[in-house]
């Protein structure tokens, strides 16, 4: 038995000499009885072998105690142990990561520990280089975006900071910037930063020859190459370098030189007083540095000869103003016509991805069309051309209308916008509403585009009554990128942007918090800005309103539940609703059960993008349904998630878009019989009017009216076109028309004078309605307007939304029907699938799979479609969707996308009016791919 011991002993002795890894086995008293051949090349110098030796007689007294924790741990626990180890070895000290284990015999005693090993000491100093070449590059980033926004005054601070930044990072202990004047043959200090205790030079290093400090070193920067001295203890002593920078007490030193305009204006230099520095191991990051620098002094002469040519051009700033208007006006008649003829695209059958590239346009013409009109209103601001315009209004209808705006923007983000309104402020105010637009519009636009992660609350409270006059601050809170101490002294001079790691491409004029900012004081406020790094920002300000009618708010006599299903707290809600209805129960998910027995009128649920809606929806449907008779029930929702339509459009009688404007909340909600309607959401097929009017359409430019034809014909409206006001006037000779449509710039006669002259033709009614359609500010249009017997303004860009309200306001409470879907779509568009798809095979597979699968999908509409479930019907429609979509099928993915929309708007009988059509026109498609296949 003894000699199988001694034999599997030497067995085990065998295998672990041959592992490559560092292995040891000690035994209970500390003692090496076992190890790998790779653990006594680590001590080769000292031992044939570490074997039979104590920790003790291996490391020092230090080392061994730690040591000892570990495996006095390892054996605590009985379990393994990870550790990093500094070993001491023959060539020097190495980390080691560990695994120690504890070894137990057949009878479970410890006989020891067993440690595996790895040597990661080259893994730890590359970690420690990178993480140093990572500070440095970031460091280098914040200097060149702090570069971006310097001006003329901020020059010489930017370079200072810029120089202790970089010794910082760097660990230099004096950072300077040369600068030669080789007509001279000198050189100067221009700018130095010294660590602390470090004595500073700059004033001593002036007019220095060149000579003194070598004409080699010179003419290596002027070969722009770099000069270093990693240790100048290693001079030759006596040497000109050796007395130049030994009795200075600079150990290293490494320069690199700086270029302008490809000459070479002087160098950067680093020194380092306290120890030795090895420079080479980060001298390619070093090497990218004096770029800022030439872009900086670049920048610094540019932004000189910028201000010069300001003060010049501000001696004609009304001829500036006017040119800039006209320019303006030429420059919105190209992007009215392209965002108009997006428009007419969007309302299109489209695909996923042309949806994202429309999307996109969208966006990428709205910030054109902002930057246009912030230089317009820049310029006048210049001219002190600003008027004052007072109006009545009410502020919460305007702010919600503002986040609506800005909603798809900030979604795109994945952004929140709340708002935090204070009920208490009167319904009507006076003020100039054109100019708190644009203040409120640049603020909120501004937070979404430094706004990463988070939301934006727009908070507006009353803070001061004095009637008739109320003050009411404003409130723009983000969670962004902020902004920094220096940068604050700076954002609201022209053309200023704040830059950020994190925000790397600002897009913008740099003109709306200038514009905002004077604004603001027109309106005799005052702004405050208050903002920390990475923490957010909050723009705020109080304006003085005129109120004529200051009345309290009376709450309607109705019993009413809030239920918050959220992960956040939406203050807004619990205000509107506390504010507005005499009994208001509020409570959460877990305590339903307390509210059962209460009988209630309206039932509030809200839930935000964060929430877990489909676990929570079941939670609710008990104590829903408990009030299936009498109660309201009103899901309130800050995103049009597919989701909350998919699984509750049988459960609610309302659904709402947060923000909600109040006096639709309570329209809805005391009307006698419930409309199963959800705010702000429109059927996205085609609609046209049961009778048509005739149209003229006057404009110049060809492309506004294919573009704005389009879109009356599209509402089956009767138009004529006149390319200018002469064509206009002669065809008013010949016919009645219903409405005139009149563009204002046009050459000839423009749109003003050609309407005058069609009021003095005989037989005109006066009655006629003529509207001035422009790109330029639609209120002073308007005044315009009036005297030349006008009766209104439409703003560019045109949108079916707006011409349906104005026609209504004229011609009545005209009635809209769904034109069939599917008009004038192909049934399968051979070209659009064959592009899409060039793979043959690959086209085969998608047609064969829907083949395959018709009548299970004809079973699928069939049985939903039996349910009479708008939320079933829904689901059929989405599935359906995504086949149709993939096949090119416009025909009939046009008409699911239609019952989807009508499922959201609780249209059921126009719902289940379309089933037979649906099933027809899936037949129709089988029957075409079949003939497809055939080709």
Known sequence: MSDKLNEKSELYKKIVKSFPEYVAFKNNEGKYEIVSEQVNTLYKDKFDSIEGLTIDELYSKEAA???????????????????????????????????KMPILDDKQKVMGVLSVSRDITELIRVKEKLEVSTKIQKTVIEVAQSFVSMSVDNFDFKVYDSLKKLGGVIQADRTYLFKYNFLENTMDNIFEWCSLGIEPQIKKQKNIPVTQYLNDWVNLHRANKCVMVADTSELEIDSRLYNIFIPREIKSIFTIPI?????????????????????????????????????????????????????????????????????THEIKTPINGLSNALYLLEDSVLDEDQRQYTDIMTYSLEVLNTMVYNILNYSKIEADKLIYKASDINLENEIVKLIKMNKYMANSKD????????????????????????????????????????????????VKRNNPYVDIQFEIIDTGIGISEVDLNHIFEEFYQVGDILNKNPSGTGLGL????????????????????????????????????????????????????????????????????????????????????NKYDVIFVYTNKETDYLESIDNLKPFLNNFESGA??????????????????????????LPIRVEVLIDELTSVEIQHKEIKKTVTHDVSFE???????????????????????????????????????????????????????????????SSRRIRAIDGISSSTPIIAVTANDATETLEKAMQYEMNG????????????????????????????????????????????????????DIIETLLDERISDIRKIEDAYKTKSLNQIYKAAHYLKGSFTYLSAKKALKLVMTIMELCNTKRLDDVLNLEQSLIYNYNQLIETLIKYQKK
């Open 259 to 327: 270029f302008v305009e490809d000459k070479c204006f002087g160098f950067l230099g680093f020194e380092s007083l306290k120890e030795v520095k090895p420079w080479n191991e980060i001298e390619d990051i070093l090497k990218i540095i004096p770029g800022l620098y030439s872009s900086l002094i670049s920048r610094y002469e540019m932004l000189k000869e910028l201000d010069e040519a300001k003060s010049e051009a501000h001696e004609a700033s009304t001829i500036q103003t006017d040119f800039i208007a006209k320019v």
């Open 65 to 99: 105690i730690e040591v000892r924790r570990q495996d006095k741990e390892v054996l605590d626990k009985l379990d393994k142990v990870e550790s990093i180890f500094a070993a001491e070895t023959s060539n020097g000290t190495i980390m080691l990561d560990s695994i």
């Open 691 to 753: 009778s048509a009017l005739s149209i003229l359409l006057v404009d110049d430019n060809n492309i506004n009216r294919k573009v704005m034809g389009k879109l009356l014909r599209n509402m089956n409206l009767n138009v004529t076109e006149a390319s200018n006001g002469y064509e206009a006037i002669e065809f008013s000779k010949t016919r009645q028309f219903d409405i005139i449509f009149m563009d204002i710039f046009m050459p000839g006669i423009d749109g003003f004078e």
């Open 793 to 844: 303004v439409l703003e560019k860009p045109l949108r079916k939304e707006k011409l349906e309200e104005l026609l209504t306001e004229y011609f009545g409470d005209i009635s809209f029907k769904a034109i069939n879907p599917e008009n004038d779509l192909p049934i399968f568009d051979e070209v659009e699938f064959e592009s899409f798809y060039d793979d043959l095979e690959l086209r085969k």
């Open 632 to 657: 309201k029930k009103v899901l309130l929702f800050d995103n049009n998630k597919e989701q909350v339509y998919m699984d509750s459009l049988d459960l609610f009688d309302y659904y709402y878009e």
């Open 514 to 597: 200038t514009i905002a900012n004077e604004l603001i004081s027109f309106l005799k406020g005052e702004l405050v800005v208050e903002s920390k790094e990475r923490k957010g920002s909050n723009f705020k300000f109080v304006l003085t309103f005129y109120s004529p009618n200051i009345e309290k708010v009376i709450p309607l006599d109705l019993k009413v539940v809030y239920i918050d299903i959220s992960n956040s707290y939406h203050s807004n809600i619990e205000s509107l609703i506390s504010t507005h209805f005499t009994s208001v129960d509020i409570c959460k998910l877990n305590n339903l059960e307390d509210y059962y027995k």
């Open 415 to 462: 952004l929140g916008i709340y708002l935090n309104y204070d009920y208490s402020i009167p319904s009507i105010l006076t003020t100039d509403i054109e100019k708190l637009r644009q203040i409120l519009n640049n603020f909120l636009q501004n937070a979404i585009k430094y706004t990463n992660y988070g939301y934006i609350e727009i908070k507006i409270s009353e």
